[in-house]
């Protein structure tokens, strides 16, 4: 078994076909499962471009799927554990419109690519413009693929090195503004976490359908950072940039760095939490270090996405 992870640098949408258009066809050719979860523009020009083959394709619009970046190894799994043999997907997690506070999420999910697939029969192309992303977008990735495919050919990346993209990128302090409404929480207090964070999402403007997937999901970063981190947590909650924040501070440290991306079997007792944040989350960071461990997620105010 062979896992492969390169990187494909295009400068325009004929490289981008020339050079995802063939990897989706070899696969076909040899009877392998296909799946293209890129962003919505280079979504539909792959679809027109692959029309003779969409009956065979799995496509996957990564301005919904990838929204989190902590979606997107989970959503890969799955899609990869429904199949025997070789596996192929086009993953596109970056792209110009995605903002400082997200880039952090989505080089750490390109870095943990690398361990939540090592020993598998799987293929992962993940396309990054050299004309819309910058220089340090661009460094990353030969951080995290092992090759890099471009207008030369095929080269191995001499700085690949994901290791070191995890220990950055959980490295980076996530700020709290001065501002910003907040709790203890100890064993026992869930009800009470439960209603703060109601009460703060209501108070700023969450929409209302999205009101208890917020609560639980701050009710599951307590659940897990008091049994996790030291007995007891500290909870803030506040209005940033369209989104409602909230920021969990425990003593604990987080040494999985697949944790919250792994997929849990039905007869084990436990391991969903951080799962579930991922999932009702539209981003969530990590700042995990010996000192203790933060971990913020954001829910979008409006219903503005990304594309």
Known sequence: MTFAH????????DSYIDGTVPFVVEGLASAAPVAVAVPTRNLELLREALSGFAHLIT???MTETGRNPGRIIPELRAFADRHRGAVRIISEPVWDLRTDVEYPACALHEALVNYAFSGRDLSILCPYSTTTLTHDVLADAEKTHPVVIDASGHRPSDHFHPARVVVATHSLPLAIPSGAASTSVGAGAMAAVRAFAREQAVQLGLARDRVDDFALAVTELATNSV???GGESTVRVWAESRSIVCQVNDNGHITDVLAGRTPV???EPGGRGLLLV????DLVRTQTTSNGTAIQVRFDLSDKKTT
């Open 6 to 13: 390169p990187a494909l640098f295009y400068a325009d949408e």
């Open 265 to 267: 079997h039905a007869n």
């Open 59 to 61: 496509f996957v619009d």
């Open 278 to 281: 991922n999932r009702l989350a």
């Open 227 to 229: 049994r996790h981190g």
